[in-house]
């Protein structure tokens, strides 16, 4: 069935470094979707990815979809303290109808 | 506008009971979603209604059901709590069904069995 690994779990930045989070498909997607989730808050949609090899951004966050529509990438740049919690990718089984979000990577920023 | 609510914010039941949550969609919104998260994980699918009707169903027992009124709201049922039942539950609304719609979340309900 349709599986999504999100990578890393975990990651400790200083305020100002660069951060990347992959997920990775074992289908191809039709579509893609970035979720993020302040401690405590729930899910605030940010982006979602549809065409092969598309790249969006918004400010200082830049997201891409692999070409082969397997795999997509949320990159931080200069991460600041507002940055901080936890991002999701969601994506879809195109026969089941469930839809299906990785584990999310949880994002740490030392001032 | 208002955005999705969730009743009731914290909820406390003991095993063997049955729990009832609410969720209303934000106005215009056809569709709802009802997801488990549990603390360190990402939220886990458990259906998804449309027109009142289901368009979607997670890896969930038969204890777990739901349905949506004709004002689109949704109440989703847990039969027979077992202790692992506890986690937040999230509802979503979205305008339509499918993939390509993006979700708004509401702030949960937090179940907790003892």
């Known amino acids: 069935g349709q599986q999504v690994m999100q990578i890393p779990q975990y990651q400790h930045v200083q305020e100002g470094e660069d951060f990347t989070t992959y997920c990775n498909s074992s289908t191809t997607l039709s579509n893609i979707q970035w979720y993020k989730q302040r401690p405590g808050g729930h899910p605030v949609f940010l982006i979602q990815l549809v065409k092969s090899g598309e790249v969006k951004k918004q400010k200082r966050l830049t997201f891409q979809f692999g070409e082969a529509k397997k795999n997509s990438s949320l990159h931080i740049t200069a991460t600041q303290t507002t940055d901080v919690g936890t991002y999701f990718c969601?994506?879809?089984?195109?026969?089941?109808?469930?839809?299906?979000f990785g584990q999310g990577t949880t994002l740490q920023v030392k001032p | 506008d208002a955005g999705v609510t969730q009743s009731p914010t914290h909820l406390i039941k003991t095993r063997g009971q049955q729990v009832t949550l609410r969720c209303s969609p934000i106005?215009?919104?056809?569709?709802v979603s009802w997801y488990q998260q549990v603390l360190g994980q990402g939220p886990q699918f458990i259906f998804q209604?449309?027109?009142?009707?289901?368009?979607g169903r997670g890896n969930f027992p038969d204890r777990f059901s739901a349905r949506q009124f004709p004002n689109y709201s949704s109440e989703l049922n847990v039969n027979a709590l077992l202790l692992g039942d506890s986690a937040l539950y999230l509802c979503?609304?979205?305008?339509?069904?499918?993939?390509?719609?993006?979700?708004?979340f509401g702030p949960g309900t937090r179940l907790t069995v003892t």
């Open positions: 106005s215009g919104h056809k569709s």
């Open positions: 979503a609304s979205s305008l339509q069904t499918g993939t390509f719609y993006e979700q708004y």
């Open positions: 969601r994506v879809s089984s195109s026969n089941t109808g469930k839809l299906i």
């Open positions: 209604y449309y027109e009142k009707e289901e368009r």
